[in-house]
T-cell receptor
Framework: KQEVTQIPAALSVPEGENLVLNCSFTDSAIYNLQWFRQDPGKGLTSLLLIQSSQREQTSGRLNASLDKSSGRSTLYIAASQPGDSATYLCAVRQGDTDKLIFGTGTRLQVFP | NAGVTQTPKFRILKIGQSMTLQCTQDMNHNYMYWYRQDPGMGLKLIYY???????DKGEVPNGYNVSRSTTEDFPLRLELAAPSQTSVYFC?????????????FGSGTRLTVV
């Protein structure tokens, strides 16, 4: 059974720092991996989608990498800002069931 | 485009009452999903559908029912509400299966059963 783990569970950093959020998964037979952002009391906003054949995707200050063989993905946020404060979720789309399996998220706080 | 629209945004139910959570998407997505999110527990799949007339159970289907009569709509029915169904419910859609497509989520329905 696929298990998705995100470390750390919470992170507090000063504005301007570059930071890395980690996601690991136990079954490498995935179609893709998606990173989401969730603000308190809100829905999920898709940030980046990495297909299983890809190594990384970039959008603005965000860069996500995927190492399928080792079951790892990282989300790199450059020059963090207070507006980046949110919970970040990673999810893998399973290759056998085609379902999305979520990690429990990293709660990020960026303080001025 | 509106994307995935969920109604209502908030609802309080009494134990034993029933209700329908509405979900509609205007992206012509074939696949639709219902998740629930409990604090600190991540998102769990309740039901999903790969097309009109086709539905299937996810991880936590007990106490819920769905239907998919059109491509756009995927309502979730709660029968005989219980306190354990207090949660935030998210509807999502995807154009199709496979590697090329991601999920789009609605803004959620926060349900409290008292």
């Amino acid at each position: 059974k696929q298990e998705v783990t995100q470390i750390p569970a919470a992170l507090s950093v000063p504005e301007g720092e570059n930071l890395v959020l980690n996601c690991s998964f136990t079954d490498s037979a995935i179609y893709n991996l998606q990173w989401f952002r969730q603000d308190p009391g809100k829905g999920l906003t898709s940030l980046l989608l990495i297909q299983s054949s890809q190594r990384e995707q970039t959008s603005g200050r965000l860069n996500a990498s995927l190492d399928k063989s080792s079951g790892r993905s990282t989300l790199y946020i450059a020059a963090s800002q207070p507006g980046d404060s949110a919970t970040y979720l990673c999810a893998v789309r399973q290759g056998d069931t085609d379902k999305l399996i979520f990690g429990t998220g990293t709660r990020l706080q960026v303080f001025p | 485009n509106a994307g995935v629209t969920q109604t209502p945004k908030f609802r309080i139910l009494k134990i034993g009452q029933s209700m329908t959570l509405q979900c509609t998407q205007d992206m012509n997505h074939n696949y639709m999903y219902w998740y629930r999110q409990d604090p600190g527990m991540g998102l769990k799949l309740i039901y999903y559908s790969v097309g009109a007339g086709i539905t299937d159970k996810g991880e936590v289907p007990n106490g819920y029912n769905v239907s998919r009569s059109t491509t756009e709509d995927f309502p979730l029915r709660l029968e005989l509400a219980a306190p354990s169904q207090t949660s935030v419910y998210f509807c999502a859609s995807s154009y199709a299966g496979g590697a090329n497509y991601g999920y789009t989520f609605g803004s959620g329905t926060r349900l409290t059963v008292v």
